[in-house]
């Protein structure tokens, strides 16, 4: 059982916006700057989000990131069919002194 | 261009031992902290260990504490992960991941592909 809690799977229409929530405590979240990453399938992970609501270069403004409190929210507009991959959140908990990810978002894009 | 190579996964029996190695190209190595994280078949990511730039410091997950080490060498570009004691659940891909520069929470900006180790007899 994951750290972090996001929902198995979400899906929205092209075109569309999608949002995917990551929920943690005070330890993670609530402290810590949040990631998220895009995985395709069968390929490696790849940084979409970082501090919350950074976005590396070449990682288009379709992608936002948020916090409030001890949860996380990546938002995506404008979605595409090749959208569709797993999301995961990422963060820092402080009590385990370790990363905790979410157990991954599956994003289906009707 | 940046590139993440890893290498010496395989098959190994439970109890058994294995080294990972993370062939670095593209960045200054010496000035990231590195990760490994790994993913089991058909699971999500599950962090393994982190290591600091210059390699004296480690923060290692609790289900490998003890048996997992990582370690680095700045002069070969190269980061390591030795692992003792291999059981059935650290059966995944492997992947090596670069720290994003001046971020005060983990977050990585750049993955290898990844080796696969299966712990089976």
């Known amino acids: 059982q994951s750290v972090l809690t996001q929902p198995p799977s979400v899906s929205a229409a092209p075109g569309q916006r999608v949002t995917i929530s990551c929920s943690g405590s005070?330890?993670?979240?609530?402290?810590?700057?949040v990631s998220w990453y895009r995985q395709l399938p069968g390929t490696a992970p790849k940084l979409l989000i970082y501090?919350?609501?950074k976005r590396p270069s070449g990682i288009p403004d379709r992608f936002s990131g948020s916090t409030s409190g001890t949860s996380a929210t990546l938002g995506i507009t404008g979605l595409q069919t090749g959208d569709e991959a797993d999301y995961y959140c990422?963060?820092?908990?402080?009590?385990?002194?370790?990363?905790?990810f979410g157990g991954g978002t599956k994003l289906t894009v009707l | 261009e940046v590139q993440l190579l890893e290498s010496g996964g395989g098959l190994v029996q439970p109890g058994g031992s294995l080294r990972l190695s993370c062939a670095a190209s593209?960045?200054?190595?010496?000035?990231?902290?590195m990760a490994w994280i790994r993913q089991a078949p058909g699971k999500g990511l599950d962090y393994v260990s982190i290591?600091?730039?210059?390699?004296?410091?480690?923060y290692n997950a609790d289900s490998v504490k003890g048996r997992f080490t990582s370690s680095r060498d700045n002069s070969k570009n190269t980061l390591y992960l030795q692992m003792y004691g291999l059981r059935a659940e650290d059966t995944a891909l492997y992947y090596c991941?670069?720290?994003?520069?001046?971020?005060?929470?983990?977050?990585?900006?750049?993955w290898g592909q990844g080796t696969l180790v299966t712990v089976s007899s």
């Open positions: 991941a670069k720290y994003v520069a001046g971020t005060p929470t983990p977050a990585f900006d750049c």
């Open positions: 593209g960045f200054t190595f010496s000035s990231f902290a």
């Open positions: 290591i600091s730039d210059r390699g004296d410091s480690t």
């Open positions: 005070s330890s993670n979240i609530g402290n810590n700057y």
């Open positions: 501090d919350s609501n």
């Open positions: 990422e963060t820092w908990d402080s009590s385990l002194s370790a990363v905790v």
